[in-house]
Each structure stands twice: as structure tokens, then as C-alpha cells.
Nanobody, 121 residues
């Protein structure tokens, strides 16, 4: 499973960005996808998750009501729509997927390379 993020950049506070995570899968089924972020000098923190069917979403309190996670299964792509951005949202955002190898019960955790989001005040 390969995950490639895009869509990061520099935006002013109050602005919006949409991150994308394109997943390349072969012989695996993705069960859960999510977004994490890591600010300088801080540990990586969970932002949001989405089940494979897209029927269940969860958000960290810090982004609830501002961020929306979604998924296009036909394109194997996950999105994070970020509105009303704040300077404290500045971080490297990582895409995450938990996938099971088809025909087994073995699950693995995968990460993208990250995309920088910078929010200026």
C-alpha cells in the first residue's frame, strides 16, 4: 500500500485548504483511513478517521466543526477539507491507512510522506 498526500500549502488564518491522499493498493483491503499531524517539537497527533465504507467518521476536538474527512472509493482517494484554519493548525499532515492482506487476517499500518500546512496569522 502506498499513500501519497497533496494539497498542503500556505494560507492565512480563516482560510481553507483541501488535502488529498491517493492510495495505491494491491492485494490489500483498506479498512480505516485517517489523518494525523505533527507540529514542530510536538508529537504526532490524531486528527480524523474514516471507515472504509465512509459511514463512520471521528474527529479530534480541536478540529471538530472545521475539518471534514471524506473518501472516494472509486478513486481510492481520501480528502481532508480544512476550513476556518488557525495558526495552531500549522503542521505536517500525514495520511494513514490500516489495511488487511486479502485472504489473511494480517493487518498493517501505512503512512504517507506528509504534506506541510502553514497557517499565517
Amino acid at each position: 500500500v502506498q499513500l501519497v498526500e497533496s494539497g498542503g500549502g500556505l494560507v492565512q488564518a480563516g482560510g481553507s485548504l483541501r488535502l488529498s491522499c491517493a492510495a495505491s493498493v494491491s492485494a490489500f483491503t483498506i479498512n480505516v483511513m485517517g489523518w494525523y499531524r505533527q507540529a514542530p517539537g510536538k508529537p504526532r497527533e490524531w486528527v480524523a478517521t474514516l471507515t472504509s465504507s465512509g459511514g463512520s467518521t471521528n474527529y479530534a476536538d480541536s478540529v471538530k466543526g472545521r475539518f471534514t474527512i471524506s473518501r472516494d472509493n472509486d478513486k481510492n482517494t481520501m480528502y481532508l477539507q480544512m476550513n476556518m484554519l488557525k495558526p495552531e493548525d500549522t503542521a505536517v499532515y500525514y495520511c494513514n491507512a490500516i489495511a488487511t492482506k486479502i485472504g489473511t487476517r494480517n493487518s498493517f499500518n501505512y503512512w504517507g510522506q506528509g504534506t506541510q500546512v502553514t497557517v499565517s496569522s
